[in-house]
């Protein structure tokens, strides 16, 4: 059971957009920096979104983050097949088990 | 930009310590602009952080983990390390190290499976 909660899975066409969500407490998303990472099938994550809506060099603006409360969500717009992967959203729990948290991932599905 | 590269013994049998070093290049581990860390990921599951270490040396473990954990840093080498005691077949899985920056792990080392079998 993860800290952070994500659908498990989202699905959209080619071209379409896609939100993925993340839901947490004040103890981390509610105080701390949310971070997005995409995960293509035997690799690596990769960082895709830091400090909530920023985005590191060299990845598509087609990638926005928001934070709300103690939401955040991934936006993806204009959906290619190369963006199937597994999606994580990460934070600081900043409770009593202090510490770096993950959601439990979402697949993302181009039909 | 940086790189991080896992290595160690991809096979450890139960009770026994996994150890695995993470060598980085491109950047110095004592720099204040960043901090590291490792996470692991079970086959077929999600991410979990293992815990991390500052270049001031301090530490920060998974309270899962912790009694069976130790992150130290050998600043000679460029390298930090991962020891995780008593290990069981829970424990298989494919163990990353990373870099921190902006509150965010934004370099990954390719990732190493480690197995836990006798």
């Known amino acids: 059971q993860s800290v952070l909660t994500q659908p498990p899975s989202v699905s959209a066409a080619p071209g379409q957009k896609v939100t993925i969500s993340c839901s947490g407490s004040?103890?981390?998303?509610?105080?701390?920096?949310v971070s997005w990472y995409q995960q293509l099938p035997g690799t690596a994550p990769k960082l895709l979104i830091y400090?909530?809506?920023k985005r590191p060099s060299g990845i598509p603006d087609r990638f926005s983050g928001s934070k709300s409360g103690t939401s955040a969500t991934l936006g993806i717009t204009g959906l290619q097949t190369g963006d199937e992967a597994d999606y994580y959203c990460?934070?600081?729990?900043?409770?009593?088990?202090?510490?770096?948290?993950f959601g439990g991932g979402t697949k993302l599905t181009v039909l | 930009q940086l790189q991080l590269q896992e290595s160690g013994p991809g096979l450890v049998k139960p009770s026994e310590t996994l150890s695995l070093t993470c060598t980085v290049s491109?950047?110095?581990?004592?720099?204040?602009?960043?901090?590291w860390g490792w996470i692991r990921q079970p086959p077929g599951k999600g991410l979990e952080w293992i815990g991390s270490?500052?270049?001031?040396?301090?530490?920060y473990y998974n309270p899962s983990l912790k009694s069976r954990v130790t992150i130290s840093v050998d600043t000679s080498k460029n390298q930090f390390s991962l020891k995780l005691s008593s290990v069981t077949a829970a424990d298989t899985a494919v163990y990353y190290c990373?870099?921190?920056?902006?509150?965010?792990?934004?370099?990954w080392g390719q990732g190493t499976l480690v197995t836990v079998s006798s």
């Open positions: 990373g870099s921190v920056s902006s509150y965010a792990f934004d370099y």
């Open positions: 990460g934070t600081w729990d900043s409770s009593l088990s202090a510490g770096e948290v």
């Open positions: 004040s103890s981390n998303i509610g105080n701390n920096y």
């Open positions: 270490i500052y270049y001031s040396g301090s530490t």
């Open positions: 491109g950047g110095s581990i004592s720099s204040s602009s960043y901090y």
């Open positions: 400090e909530n809506n």
